[in-house]
Structures are given as structure tokens and as C-alpha cells.
Nanobody, 128 residues
Framework: QVQLVESGGGLVQAGGSLRLSCAAS????????MGWFRQVPGKEREFVAA????????YYADSVKGRFTISTDNAKNTVFLQMNMLKAEDTAVYYC?????????????????????WGQGTQVTVSS
């Protein structure tokens, strides 16, 4: 069983930066990967970024490309989401997710149902 714990959320002014962390306990297969999603009240959970273990390839939603960076530590125990040039519309609860069999197809890695494990979420609030 894999457990995920996010940290690093908070309140920041527009234009500022935050770094989210997701610590994973338990084994994620080399064929797997991890991602970040976000959700605001009344809306569906939205894909933000993902990283594939086998290749290190990264994937981003258009809305965050050039501003957010997903990375991992060498041991692949922690995934980070560096968020720069934050905007008010980035305000949401951010969730970390992991799956044991990562698919590089857009329809798969952007789909929250593809992921097997989820963290509890961390609030990010960007004031304008």
C-alpha cells in the first residue's frame, strides 16, 4: 500500500512562488508515475502535472506550462511541484497522486481515475 502526504501549501501573493512536496511511503513500481491535480469547490479535479518513472518524462497542463515544474528526488520517494508566477486562478486544493502503471497518453495521465493512490490535499491560496 502506498501512502502520500503533501506539504508546502499556503497563502501567497500573485506573482509569488510556492513549492509543494509529496512524500510517498510504500513502493511505486518502475513502470509507474506520479502526478499533481487541483480542485476548487464545485468543479472537477483538474490535472496539473505528472512525471513518468521509467523515462523521467514530465507532462503539464497548458495552464501551468512555463510556470510550474514537477521533479523528484533521486530515491523517488518525494515529488515536488515548484510553482512560480502564481495567479489568483491557481488557488485550489492541490492533490498528489500515484499509479503503478503510468501511461504516456494524454487521455490517461490527465485522468484522475488512472491513479491508484491519493494524498489528503494541501490548500494553495493566491491573493490578487
Amino acid at each position: 500500500q502506498v501512502q502520500l502526504v503533501e506539504s508546502g501549501g499556503g497563502l501567497v501573493q500573485a506573482g509569488g512562488s510556492l513549492r509543494l512536496s509529496c512524500a510517498a511511503s510504500g513502493r511505486i513500481a518502475s513502470s509507474g508515475g506520479m502526478g499533481w491535480f487541483r480542485q476548487v469547490p464545485g468543479k472537477e479535479r483538474e490535472f496539473v502535472a505528472a512525471i513518468r518513472w521509467s523515462s523521467g518524462s514530465t507532462y503539464y497542463a497548458d495552464s501551468v506550462k512555463g510556470r510550474f515544474t514537477i521533479s523528484t528526488d533521486n530515491a523517488k520517494n518525494t515529488v515536488f511541484l515548484q510553482m512560480n508566477m502564481l495567479k489568483a486562478e491557481d488557488t485550489a486544493v492541490y492533490y498528489c497522486a500515484a499509479e503503478q502503471q503510468f501511461s504516456p497518453f494524454l487521455s490517461m495521465y490527465t485522468n484522475s481515475r488512472s491513479y491508484d493512490y491519493w494524498g489528503q490535499g494541501t490548500q494553495v491560496t493566491v491573493s490578487s
